[in-house]
């Protein structure tokens, strides 16, 4: 089936730093999303796009839909404590309408 | 406006017993959505509800099966439980589905143990 790669699987930052993760897959994809679940919570959508090379920013987030339609990218600028949590990555079946989430990103960021 | 609603939010149960989850939707959203999620392993789609219709659904056993009413809550049912069911099942609801934009709104969950 069908299936996406998400990296890294966890970071440990620091407050202040950057943070970059991205999501692949060997299917094309009509839509990338970008989800943040907070401990005890259920994900909460941060980022969606719709276009081959879409770049789209939500404050200090910026997300961009891959050329290709098989990948996408996550940025987190000058990460502060709050910004911990899951990071998933979700792309959109062209056939079907399905949503494909990857395993997630677990970041952690130290003050 | 409330937020997805599931029942109960923890639960445990031992191997061989079957678990009803409830899950409750934004009002005038007609499709509900059954994730389950387990470490290292993300968010696997079960089964997606429109309009009291299974509509799509995962490669998981017939173990799991689901429904909806007409009122739009759904529920998920997992029978002859397994260690390996044991894990926090998401639901989510959205406007139409899978047929719109993928935003869905997801609820706290519900965290199942299997002893």
């Known amino acids: 089936g069908q299936q996406l790669n998400q990296s890294p699987q966890s970071m440990f930052i620091q407050e202040g730093e950057d943070v970059s993760m991205n999501c692949t897959s060997s299917s094309i994809f009509n839509t990338w999303l970008w989800y943040k679940q907070d401990p005890g919570e259920g994900p909460v959508l941060l980022i969606a796009l719709y276009k081959a090379g879409e770049l789209t920013s939500n404050g200090r987030l910026t997300a961009q839909f891959g050329i290709t339609r098989k990948d996408s990218f996550l940025n987190i600028s000058a990460s502060i404590p709050s910004d911990v949590g899951i990071y998933f990555c979700a792309g959109q079946d062209s056939n079907t309408g399905k949503l494909i989430f990857g395993q997630g990103t677990t970041l952690q960021v130290k003050p | 406006k409330a937020g997805v609603t599931q029942t109960p939010r923890y639960l445990i149960k031992t191997r061989g017993q079957q678990v009803t989850l409830s899950c409750s939707p934004i009002?005038?959203?007609?499709?509900v959505s059954w994730y389950q999620q387990t470490p290292g392993q993300g968010l696997q789609f079960l089964f997606e509800?429109?309009?009291?219709?299974?509509?799509n659904k995962g490669n998981f056993p017939g173990r799991f099966s689901g429904r909806q009413f007409s009122n739009s809550r759904s529920e998920m049912n997992v029978s002859t439980l397994e260690l390996g069911d044991s894990a926090l099942y998401l639901c989510a609801s959205s406007v139409r589905g899978f047929a719109d934009t993928g935003e869905l709104f997801f609820g706290e969950g519900s965290r199942l143990t299997v002893l």
């Open positions: 509800y429109f309009s009291e219709t299974q509509r």
């Open positions: 009002s005038g959203h007609r499709s």
